[in-house]
Structure formats: C-alpha cells, structure tokens
C-alpha cells in the first residue's frame, strides 16, 4: 500500500511540474495575444481620433466611442484633451475612467504609448493609454483602450482542470498497470516461497524456490533461508533423537553434544585455542569472501561455542581477516547467524615462518612422526615458538578476563608451551589440550634440545589428550625420563610443581551423515561419469586422499599399486588407482621435493603400463573440497590409507562413512591410530610393498557377502564413535576436574611474586 501511495505521489509531482511550464507557456501566449491586438487597435483608434480632433470634429470621436464596445474583448475607450477632461468615454467606462486613469496621465506627460495590466474596480483588464497630437504634431491629448483580461484567467483555470482530469486518468493507468505487474510478478514466487515455509513447518520434502524468485525478496530471502537451514537442522536432529530412543541407542548428534557441555559448563564460558581459524576472509577483487577449511575440528567443536556463546581463539591468516574485526580484533561467527566469538591474534611473516613452518612442522612434526624424516631444530625457530605462544596467552588472558570457571581447550602440537604459561596466570582455569599427532618413543622424543621445556609446557595443562592409549605411555615414559616428577601409571597422572595432569586417549573421529537413499545402480551411474568426466576406461577404481606429505606413505602406495599390476596382470586396463594429493607446507623444500617425487613415480608407472583409454593412475595435485572427495569415496572399490606413521588418520573414517551402500573395502597401515579401532579394514606394512600388493589383490577378489559384512561393522563403529562423541569425553572430563582453590592461590600468588621479582631485577 505504502508502495502505490508513494507512485501516486511520484506521478502527480511529476505531472503537476511539467503541467505547471505548460500552464505558464499558454498564458504567456495568451496575454501577448492580447498586448498584440490591444497595439494594433490603440495605434488605428488614436490615429483616427486625431485627424477629427484636428478638423474639430467632435461628434465623430463620440461616435467612435460608441462604436468601439464588446468587440473581441475590448470593453470600450475613453478620449481626453490635455487637461485630462473626457472628450468622449464609451458610455459602459463613464464610472470606470472618471477620473481618468494615472496610466493615461504618463503616456500624455511622457509623449509614448503605455500599456499595464490592472484591476479596475475589481475587475481584472489591459489597458493602453497613447498620446493625440495636433497639426504642429504637439500633445493635445490621450486616448485609453480598455480590454477585458479576465477571460485569460478563466482560460487557465480551465487548462489546469484539463490537467488535473489528465493526471487522474495517468495515476489510475499507472497504478492499475504496476498492480497487475506486481500482482504477476509477486504472486508466482510469493506463493512457492510460502508453499516453501508451509513444506519446511510441515515436515514434507522441500524444494527452495529458484534464486529469480527470491531476487526482488533478497533481504527476507537472507533471513528466511538460514531459518529455514535451522528448521531443517532442528526436525533432522529431532527425528534423529526419536530413532535412537526407538532403538533404545544413544548415538551423540551436534544437539545431544551442546547440550551436554552446556550442562557439563554449568555457566562457565569455553575458550577454544588453534593455529588454523574457523572462519577465513580473503579478499577476491573488490569483494570479501569467506571459506571454511575442511576440518573436523569445526564440525565438533562449533556446536558447543554456538550453545554457551564461546570464543574461539586463532591465528589470522586471511588477507581480509583484519577487515573484518573491531577494534578489540574480534567478529561475531557464523556471518549467516553470529552465535560465538572469533579472536583473531595476528603474526609477522617472520613470526609465522619460524613457529609454524620452522619449528612445528620441521621439527615437531617428523620428531613426533617415526617416518625416517631427520627432524631440524634451529634456535630462532624456537624462539619464534616462545614468543607466539606467548602472545596466544595474552590473548587468552584478556578474552578470559575475570571470568571464575573458564574452561580452556588447546588444540595440538603448535602451542605445547600454552599451557604452563595460562596455568601459571590463571590457576583457576580448567585447562586441557589435545594432541592430534603421534608422541614418539623416549628415546626419539629425546632428539629435541628443548624437550624439558615441552614437556613442562604441557604438563600446564589439566587435561592431556592423545588419540591411542599408545601413544600416552609414550608421553608417560617421556615424562618419566626428562623431568622430575610423581607419576600415577595406575590412573595416568602426572603431578608436578604442586599441580596434576591427566593423560587420557580420546580417538577423534568424523562426523557420521544421515544415512542417504543412494542404490548399488545410482552409485554405478556415478561412477561412469567421474570416469568420462576423468577421461578414462576403468572397471575397478582405488582411492587414496591425503596431503601430499612424506609421512602418509604415498610412494609406497603408488609402488604397490606397480607391484599389484606387475603379478595380477587382468586387472591391467581394468583397475585405476585415484590419488588426491593436496599441496601443503610448500614454502619448506622438503615437501615441495616430496611433491614431484609423487608426480615422477605417478608418470614413470603410468608410462610403463598406460594403454589407450586406461592408465593405472590419476594424481589430482590441488585441494578438494569435502563434496569433491565423498564423491570419490562412494564410486570407489577400495580405499587406501598407508600413511608411514599417523595420530590417528580420519580419511579411513570419512570413506566408511561416506559408504551408505555398504560397499567397499579399506585398506589402512598398522601404523595408524584408526587400525586400533577398525578391525575390519585389510591391515598392511605400508614398508612391506609385496605384501600391501597382495591386500590389493584380497580387497578386488573379496566376496561380495565379505565385503559387507565388513563395512557394516566399521560403519556402526564409526556412528557410535563420531566427532561428537570425542568431544563430548574429552570435553566432559576435563569438566569433571576439580580445581583446588587453596592450590590455586598459593599457584598465583608463586606467580605474582616471580613477575614482581623479575621486575625488581
């Protein structure tokens, strides 16, 4: 309505400008008709009167006033001598002109004709007063011209009436044009939106109308559409819930998990530490975009923030990022529903060259990974890896500020020194951190020069979280050898500096999708258009998925899958192994010589046994999205994880679950965290290269009734043990610690005088 109103005004403003140029032009016109006629008639009657004035005829100039009425506007005239007495006054002006008018007096005194429009006696005229002269061409007297003007009035007010009918007939096209068009051009997409929203409160299937629909409802559309995202999330976890209570189960859902911590929290705030962000902003022309890497960190993780308003803490690393924070470098995420705090802590490329690339990934990744990858260790590295963990506490300090219970949780080898600087500053904080990748043995954790430092570090914390219960006696063992401290093995405490530390394993996993309605023949289908999307002629198709890096054993795999051709020659021109490699860590030489290491052995087995159409493998060197890689997980016979040495590895996880037809076979080195938990996969040596052929040839030999019995069993693993059953443990312990306030004060008070003794110094 609003909207009609305002065109209706917009129309009448519109019209009534143009109309009133219009409207000026035509009186303009009609008065200088006038002036034009009322000349020519004054110059022809004072001629006349004149030539009888000058022979003294005076009856004929009463004659002429007499004559000269109501023709063509003109009301009359009136003639005087010099004196200004009337000579002859048409007889309707007698009242009218006596005394004569001043206009007459100025064309006598001024010897020129004048002309004026006035009122006379309420009535509006022209008048035009000239000079008479006599035979010695001197002034003798004047002639008035009286013409009626008021017609020209009236003339207007009849064209603004035209006017206004015309205006009246535009608004009334107008309007009922745009009615029609809105009413067209609304009620299509208005009524799918609505069938849309009665679908989604309804719980039928629903289709979100097309984008042109929802273009002209744009800023409803940014509201509704996450509303109705919400919707759906809400009524699948309900419908999850009422299965699991059906089937007397207790599977944990994103819901079941936030409630849960909220409950554990009982109002105290969490506080996420991690080197990669959960949100990243680059800027792409003159727009920002934002992307979220593919974590499963986030998947577990941004459920519980988004229930107790939390704040996550990470390293800025998008070009955008410091667009997009206030002044505090905070921002409000999700951007489509903001429900958490993401702090943003911001590092030089210096800073992020020595504590990342330097001394996290060239030194604590392979000393952690037993891959034979000699570990460097340079003393600026280390120093940037001090300086960046401490400028993380200090970020954490002022997000925590005074808060009584905060519960902090760190995620992996990036910040080992974290938590000791956060315990020493805020010993009443519950602390935990989680290591994703593998803790070597003693002696091979002893390379490092600065292993007492590390270890000190993580004994901060409250909570010591690592994938296998292998890998905590590692630690445990660590401890034992390096530092001095009490540790209970019977319950997996370490206590140190008057402060106890638990060990626990806590196997990550995946999420675990709503099973699909996918068949054995939509799942062939798929498979033939990747295979003419890639180019190729296959029957059988291997997937591998992993960083290109030196510790996933992708070179051995690429080397048996050689192996496999060589001894089990039918499957030549029928088996292609897929290998999605992403780039990572490049700036350090020994991934970038990894790299085409990868793609040398790629090329040399493909030239050796390529034919026509087939070619054994297909390295896809850049990053996929999550998307990309399920599709390859669904239309692949088998799946290998042979990774040399690995915390716990979540691709053998992902392609399980991926399996909603329960088909597929994974083959997964020993050497893995996931080997302790999936039984059921084919295990390998990824060193012994015979004998991972051989698995080759059992997993495309296996019969169909193995095949799967077998993933179902792997898959009710997986769906029992998700992400949000990892996090839902590791966050609930550390919830279940009880912090001694006495430990806790005498701690900050030791604090308190060491910064106040430093200070002295």
């Given at each position: 309505m609003r909207l009609i109103v305002a065109m209706i005004i917009g129309i009448t403003l519109v019209s009534l400008g143009s109309s009133w140029y219009e409207v000026g032009a035509e009186k303009d016109a009609l008065r200088h008709d006038l002036e034009r006629k009322a000349g020519?008639?004054?110059e022809s009657l004072a001629s006349n009167a004149e030539s009888y004035l000058q022979t003294g005829n005076r009856a004929k100039v009463e004659e002429m006033a007499r004559q000269y009425t109501n023709r063509d506007h003109l009301l009359g005239i009136g003639v005087y001598d010099d004196d200004g007495s009337p000579l002859a006054v048409t007889h309707s002006l007698d009242s009218s002109l006596s005394p004569p008018p001043q206009l007459l007096k100025d064309a006598v005194a001024n010897n020129r004709i004048v002309s004026r429009f006035m009122l006379l006696h309420f009535k509006r005229v022209y008048l035009l007063a000239a000079p008479l002269h006599d035979v010695d061409k001197n002034v003798a007297g004047g002639?008035?011209?009286v013409h009626e003007a008021g017609y020209i009035r009236t003339e207007i007010f009849r064209i603004w009436g035209r006017v206004f009918y015309h205006i009246a007939i535009q608004v009334l096209v107008i309007v009922a044009i745009t009615i029609l068009i809105l009413r067209w051009s609304l009620t299509g997409p208005i009524a799918r939106a609505a069938q849309w929203m009665k679908a989604l409160r309804t719980g039928r299937q629903a289709v979100q109308p097309s984008?042109?629909?929802?273009?002209?409802?744009?800023?409803?559309?940014?509201?509704?559409?996450?509303?109705?995202?919400?919707?759906?999330?809400?009524?699948?976890a309900a419908e999850m819930e009422a299965r699991l209570r059906n089937a007397n189960e207790s599977l944990w859902t994103a819901q079941r998990l936030a409630d849960h911590v909220r409950s554990k929290l009982d109002g105290s705030n969490l506080y996420v530490v991690s080197n990669r962000e959960p949100y990243i902003h680059n800027r792409r022309g003159k727009e920002i975009t934002v992307t979220v890497p593919a974590s499963g960190l986030v998947t577990a993780i941004e459920p519980i923030l988004c229930a107790c308003n939390g704040t996550w803490v990470a390293h800025g690393s998008g070009d955008a990022d410091v667009e997009t924070v206030d002044s505090h470098d905070r921002l409000q995420v999700p951007p489509e529903d903001p429900r958490y705090t993401l702090r943003r802590v911001w590092l030089s490329a210096e800073q992020e060259d020595g504590y990342y690339n330097g001394f996290a990934n060239e030194g604590l990744w392979p000393l952690c990974h037993i891959a034979h990858t000699r570990p460097t260790f340079r003393t600026s590295d280390w120093e940037h890896y001090n300086a960046?963990?401490?400028?993380?506490a200090d970020a954490l300090v002022e997000e925590i500020g005074d808060e009584e219970h905060p519960v902090v949780l760190i995620q992996d080898y990036h910040f080992a020194l974290l938590p000791r600087m956060l315990k020493d500053r805020l010993p009443h904080a519950r602390i935990a951190i989680f290591w994703h990748i593998p803790w070597p043995n003693p002696e091979s954790f002893g390379i490092c020069p600065w292993q007492r430092e590390l270890l000190d570090g993580l004994l901060g914390a409250d909570l010591i979280g690592f994938h296998v219960q292998a890998h905590c006696n590692n630690f445990l063992h660590s401890v034992d050898r390096v530092l001095e401290a009490r540790i209970d093995w019977e319950h997996f405490t370490v206590s140190r500096k008057d402060h106890e530390s638990r060990v626990r394993p806590f196997p990550i996993s995946v999420e675990f999708p709503e099973e699909d309605i996918d068949t054995a023949s939509s799942i062939e289908e798929e498979r033939s258009q990747l295979l003419s999307e890639l180019g190729i002629e296959a029957s059988f198709l291997g997937v591998g998925v992993d960083r290109l890096d030196y510790t996933k054993g992708i070179i051995e795999r690429l080397q048996a899958v050689e192996l496999f051709l060589e001894r089990y020659p039918r499957y030549q021109e029928k088996f292609t192994f897929i290998q999605i490699g992403a780039p990572t860590r490049s700036r350090i030489k020994r991934y970038a010589d990894f790299q085409a290491q990868v793609e040398a052995e790629a090329e040399r087995i493909n030239f050796r046994f390529k034919r026509g159409k087939w070619k054994p493998i297909i390295l896809q060197s850049r990053q996929h999205s999550h998307k990309e890689v399920t599709r390859?997980?669904?239309?692949?016979?088998?799946?290998?994880?042979?990774?040399?040495?690995?915390?716990?590895?979540?691709?053998a996880?992902?392609?399980?679950?991926?399996?909603?037809?329960d088909r597929g076979v994974l083959i997964l080195s020993q050497f893995t965290g996931a080997a302790r938990e999936l039984r059921d996969a084919i295990l390998v040596n990824p060193y012994d290269i015979q004998a991972t052929a051989e698995a080759l040839a059992q997993a495309l030999d296996m019969n169909i009734k193995e095949v799967v019995d077998r993933m179902k069993r792997m898959r009710r693993w997986v769906k029992e043990h998700n992400i949000y059953w990892w996090a839902a443990n590791l966050i609930g312990e550390l919830c279940d610690i009880r912090i001694d306030a006495k430990r806790s004060t005498a701690v900050a008070d030791k604090s308190v005088g060491r910064v106040l003794s430093r200070r002295r110094r």
């Open positions: 020519t008639l004054g002639i008035i011209v984008a042109t629909d929802l273009d002209f409802l744009l800023p409803l559309a940014r509201e509704v559409a996450p509303l109705a995202e919400s919707m759906q999330q809400a009524r699948a960046v963990n401490a400028k993380f390859y997980y669904r239309v692949a016979h088998l799946c290998m994880v042979t990774s040399l040495h690995d915390g716990m590895n979540l691709v996880k992902e392609y399980i679950a991926s399996r909603y037809d």
